[in-house]
């Protein structure tokens, strides 16, 4: 999926030009997309299957923004159930009533519109968007959300000569439908079908593992420039690994925050992970060149089938890509050595990132630490009856009216500020269970996965500085080996099964705020919680009002009228 096809200068002018367009409507532009979510039938691995488009697109439409731009998004619901739409890494300044998902917002039902207004407020970077209810994701309704530097920031490499978006995946031939049933029922997911890459099926670089006639995604270059990649694990559930032959790739940003510039021969990219890397094609271009994302910490002999395979092809490419494919890390049983990867990525302190001020301004190694919280995650349960996955022994129940709604309507009981601290001795259960953070407190989160799979966690509303990660179990002198100075600034990290990771996050962004696991599967069986911040003191700037069409449902469905307006 190429961002753009035209020159640096053009995409300058493009933007340049819809921008003045709107300046008139606030002191900040408004960029404004419409979004029509609907099923369509395609065969990205050969067998037809029902996935959710936008636009009648799959992958959905890219969007495109800059910092401090005001976005307005239509969604209509063409689907058949319910659909909240989710915006991870957008942190929503004062504003989680855009959230997009079912602890702070009333779902969309079919056949109903409804619009999402908010600020890309002191932000840049690569991200993506997706349905967040139900395993939807599973079966598409994602694209990417790119935020452009203003021109006044400078960013810290020369413009690259080209802009491409790489949406990768593991992707199974079963709907998402199917795939809840099969948890309901307490199965596990087994082994995807396949990866895609920009919504296509591999390359036949193996006439045994592929079949004829897949369609596949190829990527038109020219010898001697430099391509900025903007790549997304956008799968249910599988650590991929990223690689272009015979190319290296120069990591600048994860997720908004630019890096300490390194060069890779292949990187891992997670659930629920963005990253941007540089690409120089400096090969002679014999012929083309294979783009590949495997399925990593698996048994890869057996998985061998789940690789997503496209092509890099030079203008005065020679000839199609043949032979073996580049090989992935062998250090699958060396755990030690695959951590050093993640450890190794340092921000870039001196670069600007929104604003004109370095990246490592703030001194987050200087700041007292208020609340620790110890998150350990387990392998599924059954509780009550039914598989289901748990943080700290609850297993996240979703409450019929929105928190924040719930308190703004004095609706008592929607949810409960008792998160536990720490894992405690007790049967598991399922709750409301919330964690009830302190506004402008600075948190220490430890991310103990005590489970078989690597997983990923994702904090919405904020970034988070990632200080330590390691093997076995966090204690208090682990905090010894913490990076204090130069840490990635980041909102998904992954957490390596049998090993914790932690986060430090300075909460001065009001509101109800999701943090869970982006693996699908353990997401939908309810790992996760809410963190609730409000300020004791409100007098309306640090928390926004309710939008005027906010959706109410639970114990304030009576007060929801219908409104829909189709999108032509």
């Given at each position: 999926m190429a961002l753009f096809h035209s020159s640096s200068t053009s995409l300058f002018l493009l933007i340049h030009i819809a921008l003045l367009s709107t300046l008139s409507l606030a002191a900040d532009p408004t960029v404004s997309y419409d979004?029509?979510?609907?099923?369509?039938?395609?065969?990205?691995?050969g067998v037809p299957q029902k996935v959710i488009a936008v636009n009648g697109q799959f992958p959905g439409p890219l969007v495109n923004a800059?910092?401090?731009?005001?976005?307005?998004?239509?969604?209509r619901n063409d689907l058949d159930e319910n659909l909240l739409m989710t915006w991870p890494g957008i942190q929503m300044r004062r504003n989680s009533w855009q959230d997009g998902v079912l602890g702070t917002n009333c779902p969309i039902p079919p056949n109903w519109d409804w619009t999402y207004s908010f600020q890309l407020k002191d932000q840049i970077g690569s991200f993506f968007y997706y349905p967040s209810l139900n395993l939807q994701r599973a079966s598409g309704g994602f694209g990417p959300f790119v935020i452009n530097n203003r021109a006044i920031i400078q960013i810290p490499f020369a413009q690259p000569d080209g802009d491409f978006v790489l949406l990768i995946g593991d992707w199974y031939t079963r709907n998402h439908s199917a795939l809840r049933a099969d948890l309901d029922s307490g199965k596990d997911l087994g082994m995807p079908d396949g990866v895609l890459i920009n919504g296509k099926g591999p390359y036949r670089y193996n006439t045994t593992l592929v079949p004829d006639g897949l369609p596949y995604e190829t990527i038109k270059v020219d010898p001697g420039k430099t391509y900025r990649f903007r790549v997304h694990n956008v799968g249910t559930s599988t650590s991929l690994n990223f690689r272009i032959q015979g190319h290296n790739l120069l990591l600048v940003e994860t997720e908004g925050h630019y890096t300490v510039q390194q060069n890779f021969s292949s990187f891992d990219i997670h659930v629920g992970q963005s990253c941007s890397f540089l690409v120089t094609m400096d090969q002679n271009a014999t012929s083309d060149y294979y783009i590949v994302a495997s399925a990593r910490f698996v048994n890869e002999s057996l998985w061998q089938k789940v690789t997503g395979v496209g092509i890099l092809q030079y203008s005065n490419s020679k000839g199609s890509a043949t032979g073996p494919l580049p090989e992935a890390p062998s250090d699958i049983y060396n755990q030690w050595s695959a951590m050093n990867q993640p450890k190794a990525i340092r921000q870039n302190t001196t670069a600007s990132g929104a604003r004109p001020n370095p990246q490592g301004s703030f001194h987050y190694g200087s700041i007292n630490v208020t609340d620790t919280y110890v998150l350990r995650s387990l392998p599924p349960s059954t509780i009550d009856g039914k598989l289901r996955a748990t943080l700290n022994g609850i297993s996240f129940v979703n409450p019929d009216t929105p928190m924040r709604l719930a308190d703004l309507n004095q609706v008592k009981g929607?949810?409960?500020?008792?998160?536990?601290?720490?894992p405690l001795n007790r049967p598991l259960r399922r709750d409301t269970s919330v964690i009830n953070a302190t506004y402008k407190g600075f948190i220490e989160v430890i991310l103990q996965n005590n489970d078989t799979k690597m997983q990923s966690f994702h904090m919405n509303g904020y970034s988070f500085f990632v200080v330590g990660m390691d093997w076995g179990i966090w204690s208090e002198n682990s905090r010894g080996s913490y990076n204090k100075w130069d840490s990635i600034s980041r909102c998904t990290i992954e957490v390596y099964p049998g090993g914790w990771t932690a986060v430090l996050a300075s909460l001065d962004n009001v509101g109800i705020w999701n943090l869970r696991v982006e693996n699908l599967d353990r997401w939908y069986l309810g790992q996760e919680t809410y963190m609730k911040i409000t300020n004791p003191e409100e007098n309306g700037e640090t928390e926004m009002a309710p939008p005027d069409n906010v959706l109410f449902c639970g114990a304030l469905a009576s007060k929801q009228k219908y409104v829909s307006e189709t999108i032509s």
């Open positions: 979004f029509k979510l609907s099923y369509i039938t395609v065969s990205p691995l800059t910092t401090n731009n005001n976005v307005v998004i239509n969604v929607s949810y409960k500020l008792d998160f536990p601290s720490e």
